[in-house]
């Protein structure tokens, strides 16, 4: 079974290799390692670096060496990170010391969050019925954004021939995923975000256009809906049965619903483009989770498109943990590979019985592996809580 930890550059870069494969091996006791090697950007506590106890890595930036015969004449092109030329590439040696370390090596790879290329390319980012950029999430629809998140993981598959890809940020990102110092005076209920982050970009138009779907309609009910709300003197909810229903409680609005139901195809597209173009060794998988459908994403159309799907759970009780895996099997299938990622972050995860409970629960409900997050922003003594809860023998 397979058990990997997520971890950035930049804790290996601190540690040192030797002392990380020593921890996942010897105090974690999992036999992969899931690096980022495509980031965003945030405010990271480090309890254990022996160099800084908070690092902020540069937004929207690359942790590999991009071969240029992939990116030649493409419109978007990927930055790499100053810390690879300064602190060292973390990937490699990963890669080239898998039969010393006995690491299986994923490549934990954020597609389309990217405020970076979001404000360099306003063009290629999701709008709001109302126009409104959102610069940390760039359109699926894009032809350009397909291309870039596609040649990003061919260069990677190809050049470096990792197992497993892990695709993170597919769909369109929620208004409510935060950017920095967010104010919201009005009281915004769980629709009304829902409802501001639909895109109705110029390609998202023109796409839905093109396959009969009026999105001209849509954004008119969505525009309509929000303008209700800014008008509200207190938050009260336009769709009282909204996240229950889910896309459901829009059977009123029939140009929104339809909408609605189209837009997932282009999560899907992007996951196909890659996995086409993506080295056969490497598997690829999606990152998701319970409100994938909030994204625009179908998780069993996608799992179909790839080799399988990460359904995180952070703060899921094993009950919930039991249903969730049991559900995404079935609309996966057996064939496809189906993984939970579960948290090490304190209020999420309080205990190690709870955390053990719920990997107990996802190997019963027919798991595949657990992902554990995360590797530099949890301290020393908390790894142990992975061992107690696994039974694997590292060779």
């Known amino acids: 079974m397979r058990h990997s930890m997520w971890a950035y550059p930049w804790d290996l870069q601190d540690l040192g290799l030797d002392t990380t494969y020593h921890d996942y091996q010897n105090l974690a006791g999992v036999n992969g390692i899931s690096l980022a090697v495509s980031y965003h950007a945030g405010r990271f506590l480090q309890p254990r670096s022996p160099k800084r106890k908070s690092y902020y890595p540069e937004d929207g930036t690359i ?39 006995g690491l299986s090596v994923s490549c934990w790879t954020v597609c389309l969050h990217n405020s970076r290329l979001g404000f360099k390319h ?14 940390y999430s760039l359109c699926p629809n894009s032809d350009a954004v397909r291309d870039y998140a596609t040649t990003l993981v061919a260069n990677l598959t190809h050049s470096y021939r990792p197992d497993m890809v892990e695709l993170e940020t597919i769909g369109f990102m929620g208004f409510d995923h935060g950017y920095h ?3 919201d005076g009005l009281g915004l209920n769980a629709e009304d975000e ?12 023109k796409a839905a256009q093109d396959d009969g779907v009026d999105a001209l309609a849509a954004k008119k009910d969505v ?11 207190i938050p009260e909810a336009q769709l009282p049965h909204f996240p229950e229903q889910r896309l459901e409680c ?34 690829i998988v999606v990152i998701e989770g319970e409100n994938a459908w909030r994204d625009g994403v179908d998780i069993k159309a996608i799992a179909q498109a790839c080799d399988g799907i990460i359904f995180c759970a952070y703060t899921a009780t094993a009950k919930e943990v039991d249903y969730s895996i049991t559900e995404t099997r079935n609309l996966v299938g057996s064939e496809k590979y189906l993984g939970l990622g579960a948290s090490l972050f304190y209020d999420q995860t309080p205990s190690k ?22 590797y530099g922003l949890i301290p020393e003594a908390r790894l142990n809580w992975i061992k107690s809860s696994i039974e694997i023998k590292i060779s």
Not at 196 to 202: E, Q, T
């Open 194 to 205: 829902f409802l501001l982050s639909l895109c109705f970009c110029d390609h998202c138009i």
């Open 181 to 183: 110092h967010e104010k």
């Open 250 to 283: 829009f059977k009123d609005y029939p140009a929104l619903y339809r909408y609605l139901l189209w837009r997932v195809q282009a999560p899907t597209k992007i996951v196909q483009s890659i996995k086409q173009a993506a080295h056969p060794d490497s598997k």
């Open 122 to 135: 306003p063009d290629h980012v999701a709008r709001n019925a109302f126009g409104d950029p959102g610069y």
């Open 223 to 233: 525009q309509d809906l929000i303008i209700q709300a800014c008008n509200r003197e």
């Open 353 to 374: 019985e709870q955390l053990s409970a719920r990997i107990d629960a996802a190997v019963k409900a027919g798991a595949d592996g657990i992902n554990y997050y995360n």
């Open 63 to 101: 942790y590999f060496i991009p071969d240029e015969k992939f990116w030649a004449g493409k419109e978007i092109q990927p930055l790499v990170a100053q810390n690879l030329h300064t602190e060292g590439d973390m990937l490699s040696p990963l890669i080239r010391d898998k039969k010393q370390h």
